[in-house]
């Protein structure tokens, strides 16, 4: 089968007339407009913050485990402190979801665990059994800061101490924030 040297420029012109049946916009939309990544922006840090979260790490200030243990929770020493920021200083709450371990308490006994809000003094409750424990408490609006960061501490008064390798631990740690 011979191909004729006439059928390649027919071919060629058919190709560009097709080609030129193409309708292009006259116009496109603009791209979607995107804040550009400079690191957290302050809502990142607002609310409350489970442990498990991927951004727990960034609220963390100190004494706190950077270990999450079976995916919820976190150990403590003696005064967890996480970093929050707040949209509104008015009716918020200081809220923690934690616990005292059972097989701490057996060496400790009864603990008293202080509440802080920037470093002022809101509240001390003793716990007199392990167990899981909810605290939640109004915080004074002068206390917060809306243009700032904000940090609650939680100090325990008793560490437990391990006999094996000096291992130091407070409580467990599941949640904690500020909300309204």
């Known amino acids: 089968m011979t191909s004729t040297p006439r059928a ?11 080609a030129g049946c193409v309708s292009i916009p006259d116009t496109y939309a603009p791209p979607m ?30 004494d706190i485990s950077p270990t999450l243990e079976s995916g919820a929770w976190r150990w403590t020493l003696q ?10 200083a008015k009716g ?5 979801d934690f616990a005292v371990a059972k097989s701490t308490f057996d060496s400790t006994g009864p603990v008293t665990i202080s509440f802080y ?24 609006p002068d206390w917060l800061t809306t243009n700032g960061m904000n940090t609650m501490a939680a100090e325990i008064d008793k560490l437990y101490v391990s006999p094996k390798d000096g291992m130091k631990l407070g409580f467990i740690l599941s949640r904690a924030g500020f909300t309204e």
């Open 117 to 140: 809000v920037n470093d002022k003094l809101l509240d001390k409750v003793r716990y007199d059994e392990p167990g899981n424990k909810h605290y939640e408490k109004p915080v004074p």
């Open 33 to 62: 407009e995107r804040r550009p990544v400079t690191g957290y922006a302050s809502d990142s840090f607002g609310g409350v913050v489970s442990m498990s979260d991927p951004s727990a790490a960034a609220h963390i200030v100190k």
């Open 92 to 96: 918020v709450k200081l809220v923690m």
């Open 79 to 88: 005064r967890p402190e996480l970093r929050f920021a707040v949209s509104s």
């Open 8 to 18: 390649a420029p027919v071919i060629l012109v058919f190709a560009l007339g097709l």
